[in-house]
């Protein structure tokens, strides 16, 4: 099963709306990420947030990591149609060797209506 | 090149063929990563290349899919015999060893439809 899993799997908000989606993981990471993909693009990076961190922003996102309960919450404030896409968590698993691989979560596809 | 370019953007080929799809990573990004997204779906990771490390192919499906990637840049990903359950979006990615080298710097993707 994914490494990641994110809830909801579809959310649809007006604009002005504050738009939360969460990430569910089950082994202990070296930092988690959130990614933004546009229908029928590659995905974006949006947001890094270390083991170590409890909270992290960047403009209108808001990232919390609970490490105790194996969970992320991003939170996208005051949302605009533009912010419609789906959105992937990926946890950075610790492997030997000196690299890092990303498990991605299936996504929550997020619509946000004028 | 500025970012990550994937050839060709769509493929449409026929069950039985077999087809390459290529990934030009972002100039001087040591790790390449290919993933394959079906309809709606997660990524599924396929295989990872560091420098001149052994490939990481413990994501590929079968022994009908396979990837190069040569002189450290541009990679190929080979798939033969198609079927049609090969049909999905295969993405490709890269990151640097230096600094945040966590983070994947996409293409756009191949498009494959197998009919």
């Known amino acids: 099963s994914q490494q990641g899993e994110e809830d909801p799997q579809a959310l649809s908000i007006q604009e002005g709306e504050n738009a939360t989606m969460n990430c569910s993981y089950k082994t202990s990471i070296n930092n988690l990420q959130w990614y933004r993909q546009n229908s029928g693009r590659g995905l974006v990076h949006l947001i890094l947030?270390?083991?170590?961190?409890r909270e992290k922003h960047s403009g209108r996102l808001r990232v919390t990591l609970d490490t105790s309960k194996k969970s992320s919450s991003l939170l996208i404030t005051a949302s605009r149609a533009a912010d419609t896409a789906s959105y992937f968590c990926?946890?950075?698993?610790?492997?030997?060797?000196?690299?890092?691989?990303?498990?991605f979560g299936a996504g929550t596809r997020l619509a946000v209506h004028p | 090149g500025a970012g990550v370019s994937q050839s060709p953007s769509n493929k449409v080929t026929e069950k039985g063929k077999d087809v390459e799809l290529r990934c030009d990573p972002i100039?001087?990004?040591?790790?390449l990563y290919w993933y394959r997204q079906s309809l709606g779906q997660g990524l599924e990771f396929l295989i990872y290349?560091?420098?001149?490390?052994?490939?990481?192919k413990s994501g590929l499906p079968s022994d009908r899919f396979s990837a190069e990637r040569t002189g450290g840049s541009v990679s190929t990903l080979t798939i033969q015999r198609t079927q049609q359950e090969d049909s999905a979006v295969y993405l490709c990615?890269?990151?640097?060893?230096?600094?945040?080298?966590?983070?994947?710097?996409f293409g756009a993707g191949t498009r494959l439809s197998v009919l």
């Open positions: 990926a946890t950075d698993l610790m492997f030997s060797g000196g690299y890092n691989k990303l498990i």
């Open positions: 100039s001087g990004h040591t790790a």
């Open positions: 990615a890269s990151s640097s060893m230096e600094g945040e080298k966590n983070i994947q710097y």
């Open positions: 290349f560091q420098g001149n490390s052994a490939p990481d």
């Open positions: 947030i270390r083991s170590n961190e």
